[in-house]
């Protein structure tokens, strides 16, 4: 770390990445938690049970470890999904502990026997965004670029558990069969009209845009994974194959939902929607613009033709795909078109259709924001969107900040707000698109300026905005502080900087948990290319 912040010119930033940082390592914690013996209570009062117990699935589960937390202030339990993120932070400063740490969830003590990663404490069959993946290979670049050298039996042993994972979401989460995704709030709480476990009486189901898209991005994270491995050990190849593949049936799967019924994509808006599949067959698509539409942006991989090369049996394989599976040729954005530098690109949405959500994601009147990207578009708050089912009436409306729903609690929001792990996700995919068009793929940003920019440009400036959230402005005044005068001036605390759970999507104010620099620690990440060494 001592290396990192060597000849930094900028103060203020370089004070922002160091107490992100050091927030993280504050965040870690002994947690032990034996279900079994919970479950069982204390010997000399013994319980009587009836009806639902609380993690009752789960009493293989013996947690005895060292473990960062979410905030462990007012989140004292390891949360899987935050923890991927803390995970690619982390392994800046001490990538042994960020992969000692994905093992962790994945050992058997932890794992479900049927493959499922426990949640969190407060319900472990919870199912969140499947990003361990994504994580372990970004941990495993950066620390192979830390090293100089890869450490190849980390990458194999979570690769090798993660299977078991990918197998419990295609059993487990796809209703019908088809590679459709449910999972129900999927960590986005009460982003949709309606709880998304909820129940329907009358067969209905929910075929969710995020759970399809994060389902997507793993297929294509573990053949990424499966292509690395396999440059040491061909045997490897084969399951590089399998992940292309099942990419290709998610991917298909989205643009139609069975025969003459309309996929998840609706060309008229532009715009990825959840689908309500009727008991009667019919579908009902629910036109609410929100992060769930944006997600399908992670479900983007460039695979460097060089690669390829080293990859004989891979190639092949991939090759007789797609002279021979017409149907899904049409789905691999620029494949056989290769782009700058001899690359290809595997992507959810093709370039048309990415041009048309980006319309949306850079529109300031939509998504947005001087701080980042707001997880709602901002057109509901003069015109809130309206769903019916089964006679009863779901509202909902823009909220930038607190929520005005009990769904879930009414303690996190995800109507508006801007929120860091998204955030983090779509600069990550901005670049990883320039990385393949370069300068060939430009948009107007922001909308209606006039302005043209690629990608990278793009990326840039989101992330900018996002570090703004913490860096003083012309005034010295820190926009997570909400306008509050001794916060901003008071020499002491103008310069105590507060990562909260997420953040006003007009003003940038801090909301929720004020300590849960876990995966608002990726600030720290952003604010790097930025520094001066």
């Known amino acids: 770390y001592a290396n990192i912040q060597k000849d930094i010119e900028n103060e203020d930033e370089k004070n922002v990445q160091r107490q992100a940082f050091a927030g993280l390592l504050w965040n870690k914690q002994f947690y032990h938690y034996n279900i079994g013996k919970w479950l069982k209570g204390d010997p000399n009062f013994p319980i009587q049970r009836k009806g639902f117990v609380r993690n009752s699935n789960w009493e293989h589960l013996h947690n005895k470890d060292i473990i960062s937390m979410p905030d462990k202030w007012e989140y004292p339990w390891y949360a899987t999904w935050d923890l991927a993120f803390h995970c690619v932070s982390f392994s800046v400063i001490d990538s042994e502990f960020a992969k000692n740490q994905l093992i962790t969830l994945t050992k058997?003590?932890?794992?479900?026997?049927?493959?499922?990663?426990?949640?969190?404490?407060?319900?472990?069959?919870?199912?969140?965004?499947?990003v361990h993946a994504w994580a372990t290979f970004r941990v495993f670049k950066i620390d192979e670029k830390n090293n100089g050298k890869p450490d190849l039996a980390f990458l194999e042993r979570v690769f090798q558990k993660l299977l078991l994972n990918f197998t419990w979401w295609v059993n487990r989460k796809d209703y019908n069969g088809n590679n459709l995704f449910g999972g129900g709030f999927l960590g986005l709480d009460n982003i949709g009209a309606f709880d998304r476990n909820m129940e329907f009486n009358e067969g209905e189901h929910l075929e969710q845009a995020d759970g399809t898209s994060w389902m997507a991005m793993y297929a294509l994270n573990m053949m990424r994974i499966a292509m690395e491995l396999a440059t040491y050990n061909p045997?490897?190849?084969?399951?590089?194959?399998?992940f292309f593949e099942h990419y290709l049936y998610i991917a298909e799967a989205m643009e139609n939902i069975g025969e003459g019924k309309q996929g998840l994509w609706n060309d008229e808006d532009g715009f990825f929607y959840d689908l309500l599949q009727l008991s009667n067959g019919d579908s009902v698509s629910l036109k609410l613009r929100s992060i769930v539409g944006l997600i399908p942006m992670f479900a983007v991989e460039v695979v460097e033709h060089s690669l390829l090369e080293k990859l004989p049996e891979f190639k092949k394989r991939m090759e007789w795909v797609l002279k021979n599976k017409q149907d899904l040729t049409k789905l691999v954005s620029q494949w056989y078109v290769e782009g700058e530098g001899n690359k290809h690109l595997l992507s959810i949405l093709r370039k048309t259709r990415l041009t048309k959500v980006l319309t949306r994601l850079v529109d300031e009147s939509e998504f947005l924001s001087d701080y980042g990207i707001r997880a709602m578009s901002k057109v509901y708050e003069e015109n809130p969107f309206r769903f019916t089912v089964h006679g009863q009436e779901h509202v909902v409306y823009y909220t930038p900040a607190e929520s005005d729903s009990r769904m879930f609690g009414g303690n996190s929001n995800w109507r508006g707000p801007i929120w860091f792990p998204i955030n983090f996700l779509i600069v990550e995919s901005l670049q990883r698109f320039h990385f393949f068009f370069g300068d060939a793929l430009t948009i107007e940003y922001p909308k209606g300026s006039g302005v043209q920019k690629n990608l990278e440009e793009v990326s840039k400036d989101i992330s900018d905005r996002l570090c703004n959230i913490f860096l003083k402005d012309e005034n010295g005044n820190r926009a997570f502080n909400g306008g509050v005068e001794k916060f901003n001036q008071d020499p002491h605390f103008k310069d105590y900087i507060m990562f909260f759970e997420y953040f006003h999507g007009d003003n940038g104010r801090g909301v929720g948990a004020s300590h849960q620099t876990g995966w608002t620690s990726t600030v720290a990440k952003l604010i790097q290319p930025r520094l001066k060494h």
């Open 108 to 130: 058997e003590w932890y794992m479900h026997p049927n493959g499922q990663v426990p949640a969190y404490e407060w319900n472990f069959d919870d199912v969140n965004p499947p």
């Open 235 to 242: 045997v490897y190849e084969d399951m590089a194959i399998k």
